[in-house]
């Protein structure tokens, strides 16, 4: 698989929105517009990392902003724009991604379904742009002072993430310092590369004004809508004297394998969370083959799920973990594993349900080789966002 990191460039100072502190950072619904878009970025499976360029005198609001996200360190932006994603990739050129997509701060609600068309365009482009048709009718007001129409067919709104492969894009930003190009494709278009167009998304509008704004905190504010996710791991069963599920360590005859701590409860816990937001699995945020995950008490995978969807306005409802297993017994520590979990999830303990069965010692687990869980969840997102 290629490797893809996604660009956000956040340096701006907000000229034209006003305020104390640059917008980027003001609280959108319940948490800086930032946020939305850093947690947006890193819940899509298919972006491995996600760099936030940002200007030297607001690391403590990104440091607020990225908390949980898991992001590495950010890097300082220059003047201008262009400049800013020009030292963004070349901070990245030490170990260049395949891809890079060079997404705006100022635009929160991307969707999976933008990043994925422009993720597909790179198959067969070197850069790729979403763009909108133009809806009203174009003006063009003359020397003499009368207007004429503009052929509006022809006049696509650019929005981004825009994407490119990246040694493409690097050397297209390297040829460009010191022009004044508005965007990244402007750049390309200006280093030869051909710029493919997929479809955007009228709903990742960039907040420039106080009405953007307005209408940006409306659409968090607004209906509704109900997400079920769904959640399965297995592991083996070994030499040991305790197994750790649902966060709680209960003394057994054997001990549970696996490159985390294996509590394969708050495994499937993850993975049914990360399913509410099309956030891939486990295994893509978490990849078993990075040592920082060895060992790990795997509350730290269900806390960085929970991160990334109450980092979109979601709310979690409830959770309902059933484990598989003929032994250890579930019943004395279903309490303090409804306890462990609930508080995890920051919900009540009446809306967290653990519950345990045999397979009546058929197969695998009924052979006491492994034990299962399965976890469903259900929380509430914005209606109005992708
Ligand atoms: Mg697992």
Same mark, same amino acid.
């Given at each position: 698989m290629k490797r893809c990191v996604a660009l956000v460039v956040a340096a701006g100072r907000g000229q034209r929105f006003g305020g104390d502190i640059p917008k980027q950072y003001k609280v959108l619904g319940d948490a800086a517009m930032l946020r939305h878009t850093l947690g947006r970025l890193s819940a899509h499976p298919d972006i491995d990392e996600v760099r936030a360029v940002i200007h030297p005198n607001d690391v403590s609001q990104y440091e607020s902003a990225a908390k949980g996200l898991g992001l590495a360190s950010p890097i300082f932006g220059g003047q201008e724009r262009q400049d800013s994603v020009r030292l963004g990739l070349e901070a990245i050129a030490a170990d260049p991604p395949d891809l890079v997509l060079i997404h705006d701060g100022a635009r929160p609600f991307v969707g999976a379904g933008v990043i994925d068309r422009v993720l597909d365009a790179l198959e067969h482009s070197d850069a790729a742009i979403p763009a909108l048709t133009v809806p009203d009718t174009l003006k063009q007001i003359g020397e003499d002072g009368h207007s004429a129409s503009v052929d509006r067919s022809k006049i696509w709104r650019a929005q981004t993430p825009q994407?490119?492969?990246?040694?493409?894009?690097?050397?297209?930003?390297?040829?460009?310092?010191?022009?004044?190009?508005?965007?990244?494709?402007?750049?390309?278009?200006?280093?030869?590369?051909?710029?493919?167009?997929?479809?955007?998304?009228?709903?990742?509008?960039?907040?420039?004004?106080?009405?953007?704004?307005?209408?940006?905190?409306?659409?968090?504010?607004?209906? %509704? =809508?109900?997400?079920?996710?769904?959640? *399965?791991?297995? &592991?083996? #069963?070994?030499?040991?004297?305790?197994? /750790?599920?649902?966060?709680?360590?209960?003394?057994?005859?054997?001990? %549970? =394998?696996?490159?985390?701590?294996?509590? *394969?409860?708050? &495994?499937? #816990?993850?993975?049914?969370?990360?399913? /509410?937001?099309?956030?891939?699995?486990?295994?893509?945020?978490?990849?078993?083959?990075?040592?920082?995950?060895?060992?790990?008490?795997?509350?730290?995978?269900?806390?960085?799920?929970?991160?990334?969807?109450?980092?979109?306005?979601?709310?979690?409802?409830n959770a309902d973990i059933t484990i598989l297993g003929e032994a250890p017994r579930i019943g004395p520590h279903r309490r303090m594993m409804t306890t462990r979990v609930a508080s995890i999830l920051g919900i009540d303990n009446g809306r967290v349900g653990i519950k345990a069965t045999t397979t009546e010692q058929l197969g695998f687990i009924g052979r006491r080789e492994g034990l299962a869980a399965h976890a469903v969840v259900s929380v509430q997102c914005p209606a109005g966002l992708p």
């Open positions: 994407g490119f492969r990246f040694s493409a894009i690097l050397q297209a930003h390297r040829e460009a310092a010191g022009q004044v190009l508005t965007d990244d494709s402007s750049v390309a278009e200006f280093g030869g590369l051909t710029v493919a167009m997929v479809d955007g998304d009228e709903r990742n509008f960039k907040i420039t004004t106080r009405a953007d704004f307005q209408h940006a905190s409306s659409l968090l504010h607004g209906a %509704l =809508e109900t997400r079920v996710g769904h959640g *399965v791991d297995v &592991h083996k #069963l070994g030499e040991g004297n305790s197994v /750790t599920l649902c966060g709680v360590l209960i003394p057994h005859d054997q001990g %549970l =394998e696996g490159h985390s701590d294996a509590d *394969v409860a708050l &495994h499937a #816990l993850t993975d049914a969370l990360l399913g /509410t937001i099309s956030a891939g699995d486990i295994g893509r945020h978490f990849p078993p083959t990075d040592d920082k995950w060895r060992g790990a008490a795997s509350v730290l995978f269900v806390n960085r799920a929970v991160a990334l969807l109450r980092a979109r306005g979601a709310r979690i409802v």
